[in-house]
């Protein structure tokens, strides 16, 4: 008997072996709660601080993350804090590096950048304030920002407040830290400063690129308040960023072939004249545009030197007020030849026909040129000549699904060098159905003042297609490519038919921009009408 119960029992401990699961070891629900603070020495809020110094201690260990760019400390210190530590810890030390200003309420906003050590979980929005004096400044000034031409604003922007007092001059907000600054992260447009005592103030807005808390023109956009503000108030401030136009100036040329130059340039060089020499001798200059860069470029008809010769050549510029006299060397290189691309293959029913040339055109003789349809009929046509973007384009009456043949005879274009197309040069294109294109009729209510600017913009923010209306409140964009276009109105003030940006020093605004607030989505073979009444 007690052998028959020993194998049973051996018999049950197989089974309960046998019956057992194979698994993994589970750690858990992950872990999505942010640290907790548990204590700050000196503590939140607090009043008369004369150390140099701060503790704040979370009930697990913390790491820091972008703690030089995500921490903001108003008003800002010549030399940023020092943050430590480095590696996980239950305790951030904040130490200054420079004396604290008396009488004065900081407050340092660490964003995100706490985070616990394992799974990265951060301590959202938080604010350390004190005060060296004997009271923490509690006034708010509130608003909202938005970028001057665009739709949507950009990310990362710094509000700022410059006391209005007898030190104060606009010049100051290129060189020194405003009194009191806030960011504002990726997806907000609004904003709001806290902590700030009773006065007047100046309210500024940079896109702060390399994050000094100064104005930079050459890189950064601004958006201001045309006047102090005095707090307290609960009013609610608009502040527009914008791009500054800066001032025209030019760089040296250089020497680009035998027969050109290129010359660099800031501002607008609309206006731009110029006059050439060679010793005493006046040159005859002609610019164009290159295009996506800013530069001209100069043509002037190439000379003779001596091999390995090198001479000067002395450029007067005026535009304006600006006045330059620059000299570059000019050697002897290869002289440039006409050449004559080749334009689109598939024309749009909207657009005139383009052809790109490589240099400056003196003369187009259309009486060798023939325009055919595919009946081998010809087709009335008037040439434009578009000296600064260096096209020929041709202006006439398309018809749908049609296809052309243009005809260039030898010696129909000379350019200023006295080279012609030696050859018969044939272009053929098409159009499309109107079928293939959608209408677009835009109903404008409640204009204040005309002229204005129509623009539709495509998913890029490119500007696809414009119309100047100077009275009308019905416009017609016909025969555009089926797209999703954004539709913006400018109030062009000064009636020079483009936008026209601010400018900080001569406290001028940017022209308005009133953006349709949906996107409009034109379709092949539609029709749309859509009615904006402007607020």
Known sequence: MKKIIHYILIIGLFGTFS??????ISGGLKDTIAPLLKVSIPENYSTDFKGQSIK????????????????????PLAKKPQVLPLTASKTVTVNFLEPLQPNTTYSLNFGQSIQDHNEGNPYRQFKYVFSTGPQIDSLTITGNIKDALEKKADADISVMLYEANEKYNDSLVYKNQPRYITSIADTITSFKIDNIKEGKYHLIALKDRNGDYKFDPKTEKIGFYNRPIQLPNDSLYELKLFKEIPAFKVFRPFQNSANSAVMGYEGNPKNIKLSLKKG??????IKTKIPKKD?????????KLEKNAVDSMQLSIQNGVYSKELTFKIKNQKTDTLLISFPKKILDLSEMLSIPVNLPIAKIDESKMKLLNKDSLAVPFKVIYDEMELQVKLDFKKEMLERYTLKIEPGAVTSYLEQVNNKQIVFSFETKNTSD???LRIDIENVKRYPIILELTDKNGQVA????????TQIDFNFIKPELYTLRIIEDANKNGVWDSGNFLEKKQPE??????KDIDVRANWDVQQSFILK
Not at 280 to 285: R, S
């Open 56 to 75: 704040i201690t979370f009930d697990e260990y913390v790491k820091l993350k972008d703690i030089n760019k995500s921490l903001i400390v108003s008003p």
């Open 512 to 517: 308005n921009v009133i953006y349709f607030p």
């Open 19 to 24: 019956c057992a699961k194979r698994g993994t």
């Open 437 to 439: 294109y959608g209408n």
């Open 295 to 303: 530069s001209l470029q100069l043509w002037f008809k190439p000379f």
């Open 280 to 285: 005493n001798e006046i040159i005859e200059v």
């Open 465 to 472: 297609y414009s119309y100047y209306c100077e009275k009308e």
